[in-house]
């Protein structure tokens, strides 16, 4: 069984180049963006809690329409928070440093094999739940539209027709992300064609 020869890695007391060590170390350049998500991800909370002791205050006021749309209002929000928090875990242990969770008992399952093209998918498909959750209350918010009742709605026919191309237009988006690297991923695997050979190679001296 032959293995690919892995790249002899420097001598610990061996410092890097500057020019080298400047590039490298550019990549911190991204923890204050992190950082904003973080702050970004605490504004949510507090959108979320205002959100719920809304619904709490209004719980024996508003119909079941209207606690669905609320009730969907936190989901989307939950979802986001989700998203932020794929992009700034995910995100610093691709891009950044590695966060050394490996044994942690609260490691999420998916950091363990994270990397760039792992990450653009979840995304992708973070992206669509959030999509489908706004089609969702658009659809109820306008289900008397053109019905001629004297319910008001701020949606429009046309609005309501692209946001669900928007939708479409995500999902096709998210399967050739899955596509693309599902063909990037699919070749064979290093050193397998040349044990194909030699095994081949041994039956005919044989």
């Not at 209207?66 to 995100?91: A, H, T």
């Not at 992708?124 to 019905?147: K, V, Y």
Request: charged share 15%; glycine share 10%; with cysteine.
């Amino acid at each position: 069984m032959s293995m690919a020869p892995e790249t002899p890695l420097p001598p610990k007391g061996a410092g890097m180049r500057p020019i080298p060590a400047l590039i490298f170390g550019s990549r911190w350049l991204q923890l204050p963006l992190y950082v904003g998500l973080i702050v970004a991800q605490c504004v949510y909370v507090v959108l979320f809690l205002k959100e719920l002791w809304h619904l709490i205050l209004h719980s024996f006021d508003f119909t079941e329409q209207q606690i669905m749309l609320v009730v969907l209002g936190l989901i989307d929000v939950v979802m986001i928070s989700n998203l932020l928090v794929m992009v700034i875990v995910g995100g610093y242990e691709t891009f950044v440093s590695r966060l050394n969770l490996r044994g942690h008992p609260d490691e999420p399952e998916w950091l363990s094999h994270v990397n760039a093209s792992v990450l653009k998918i979840k995304l992708a498909m973070a992206i669509i739940g959030i999509s489908s959750i706004h089609l969702l209350r658009t659809f109820i918010e306008a289900g008397n539209l053109g019905t001629g009742g004297g319910r008001t709605t701020n949606y429009t026919e046309a609005g309501v027709m692209w946001q669900t191309i928007i939708h479409i237009v995500f999902i096709l988006s998210a399967v050739g992300i899955a596509y693309v690297d599902k063909i990037s991923n699919g070749g064979p695997a290093p050193g397998q064609g040349r044990s194909h050979k030699s095994s081949g190679h041994t039956d005919a001296a044989h």
